[in-house]
């Protein structure tokens, strides 16, 4: 079965640096997305992506925030100065059609410190 | 915005039934998925409803009124594999149609 890919799986980093999480999802999807799970409380939405453009951000996804679809097959989700607060799995997710549930990746697990 | 309620958690014994609520007060509804979350791990998709009635797939099924503002999903012969979050999300009728997540119920199957 086709999955979403993420690396790395887990990231550690000093408040204030940048970091890149990468995703690859499913090759014929056309919606992607980026979720964040802070340990312990409930999965919330961060931003959208459709047709090489952010359908719709979350009041959590500020300026230190990006999106880009560099290549026909990543999805990168660019923090540019970590806080201790952005400590928290990352999910990318994938689907073909807007009103099919999400295929999520694996997570990548950003512990800033 | 959307408001998910379900409850926190729930224990059931190895071969029965269990139903986990949901309800939900939405300002655009698109569809309610129900996602299976194990500890550590990535949410799976369960189910997806858009019009009111029930949806059976195997073991799970999953049922919505949209009128009440409520679904569940149901849970046959339990196995102790089952214990995990399960997530009630509703999703928005933008045309990307981002998902609100509920805070997921956690299910404890015990022998």
């Known amino acids: 079965e086709p999955e979403v890919t993420q690396t790395p799986s887990h990231q550690v980093t000093q408040m204030g640096q940048e970091v890149i999480l990468r995703c690859v999802p499913i090759?014929?999807?056309?919606?992607f997305y980026w979720y964040r799970q802070i340990l312990g409380q409930k999965v919330e939405f961060l931003v959208s992506f459709y047709n090489n453009e952010i359908s719709e951000k979350s009041e959590i996804f500020d300026d230190q925030f990006s999106v880009e679809r560099p290549d026909g097959s990543n999805f990168t989700l660019k923090i540019r100065s970590t806080k201790l607060e952005d400590s928290a799995m990352y999910f990318c997710?994938?689907?073909?059609?807007?009103?099919?549930?999400?295929?999520f990746g694996s997570g990548t697990r950003l512990t800033v410190v | 915005g959307q408001n998910i309620d379900q409850p926190t958690e729930m224990t059931a014994t190895e071969g029965a039934i269990v139903q986990i609520n949901c309800t939900y007060q939405?300002?655009?509804?698109?569809?309610l998925f129900w996602y299976q979350q194990h500890a550590g791990e990535a949410p799976t998709f369960l189910s997806y409803n858009v019009l009111d009635g029930l949806e059976e797939k195997g073991r799970f099924s999953s049922f919505l009124s949209r009128s009440k503002g409520y679904s569940y999903l149901l849970l046959k012969e339990l196995q102790m594999k089952d214990s995990a979050s399960y997530l009630c999300?509703?999703?928005?009728?933008?045309?990307?149609?981002?998902?609100?997540f509920g805070d997921g119920t956690t299910l404890t199957v015990k022998p």
């Open positions: 090759s014929n999807h056309l919606y």
């Open positions: 939405t300002s655009g509804f698109n569809g």
């Open positions: 999300a509703v999703r928005d009728n933008t045309n990307a149609g981002k998902s609100t």
């Open positions: 997710a994938s689907n073909q059609q807007g009103s099919k549930g999400y295929t």
